[in-house]
C-alpha cells in the first residue's frame, strides 16, 4: 500500500480535470461485470483536504480499480475541483486557507441551492454535480483537519445503525452525530441519494497530508467497498464500539471582538456554565450544559472566520458498542 507523495496527488487531480461523466468533469465513472451498489466516493469537497486524491491515487494505481471491481458501480468526484487546483499552485503555508473554496464553503450550501439562482462556483458546481450525487446508493465524503485531531467518522443525522455494517474494519474509533443537523447550512453530502435514507458519512482522517492520515483514508475506502462486496477480501475488524459525541449546539460568535478564553481543543471536556469566549466589552459565552467541544478554531482575533461556527458542542462522550 504505497503513500503517493504531493506530486502524486496533483497528477490525479490532472487526471481528473480531464476526466468527465455526462459532461460534468472531475468524475469518474467505473462499472464492475454485474449490478450491485452504486458507491460514490467524494475528495476535495473542501480544496485544501488532499487526502481524498490519496484514496484515488491508491484505488487506481494500487489496486487497478477499473479491472479488480467485482460488481456495481463506483463514481470517483473531485467536489470542488477549482479550489483543489488552488491548492496545489499555492506559494506559501500561509495560503493554504485560502484553497479551501473560492466562494462558498461546499459544507455550508444553502438549503434552496438546487433551485436558486445563484453563480457562485460552488453553488453552480453543487447544481452539475447533484446528477451524479443522487444516483448514488451509498456514500463517502473525505476529510481531514488543520489541527492533529483523531480520526472521526462522521455520520448524517443521527442514524449510526444505517452505516454501522459499511463502516466495519476502518481505523477509527470516535464516531460524530447529528452534525449536520446542527450546523449552519447544508453539507455537500446532504445532496448524496435519491433520499435521506441510504448510507452516506464522511470521515475526518486526520491531520491534512500527514502520511497516516492518508494511509487511514485508503484504508477505510478499500474497507468500504470489500464490505459493500464490491472488491475482493473482509476487512480485518479491530474496533467495534465507537467513542460517540453526539452533537446537541454550536458556538457561533457576532463579532470579532470575542476570543475564547484559552486555546481549546477538540474533545475537551466543558461544564455547564463554564465561561468560553469573551470580548473587551463584556460579552461572554457559556457553556450550554455538561460536554465537550469539537473541532474549535483555532483562529484568534481578526484572524478567525466567524462567518461559521467557530466550534460544535456535543453531550458527554458515550460508548457505542456495534455487535
Known sequence: MSTPTMKGMEAVL??????????????????????????GIT???????PSGLAIFHHLLNDLRIKE???????YLVVNNIHAAGRFFTRVTEEEWPGCRFRKINMNRLPKNVLTSEGQQYELTRTRELRPIWERFTHGLD????????????????????RIAEFVRGFPIKVLISNIDAIQIKQPAFAFYGADSKIPVFAIEAGQHTKSAT????????????????????VPKVTNMEYEEYEIASSIVFPDKSLDFIRKFETFDGIRKGELLAESPEGGTVLA?????????????????DISEEVSFISLPMKIRKVD
Request: aromatic fraction near 4%; glycine fraction near 10%.
Open 43 to 49: 475528495a476535495c469537497t473542501h480544496g485544501n483536504e
Open 214 to 233: 492518508l494511509r487511514t483514508a485508503h484504508t477505510c475506502a478499500v474497507a468500504l467497498l470489500q464490505n459493500l462486496g464490491m472488491l475482493p477480501g
Open 288 to 304: 450550554p450544559f455538561d460536554g465537550h467541544l469539537i473541532i474549535p478554531t483555532k483562529m484568534r482575533k481578526e484572524k478567525k
Open 14 to 39: 490532472r487526471e481528473f480535470k480531464k476526466s468527465t461523466c455526462d459532461g460534468v468533469s472531475g468524475v469518474m465513472r467505473i462499472d464492475g461485470p454485474k449490478p450491485g451498489p452504486v458507491l
Open 68 to 74: 479488480a471491481l467485482k460488481c456495481g458501480t463506483l
Open 142 to 161: 473525505i476529510h481531514s483537519t488543520l489541527s492533529d485531531d483523531k480520526p472521526m467518522i462522521i455520520s448524517r443525522g443521527n442514524n449510526f445503525d
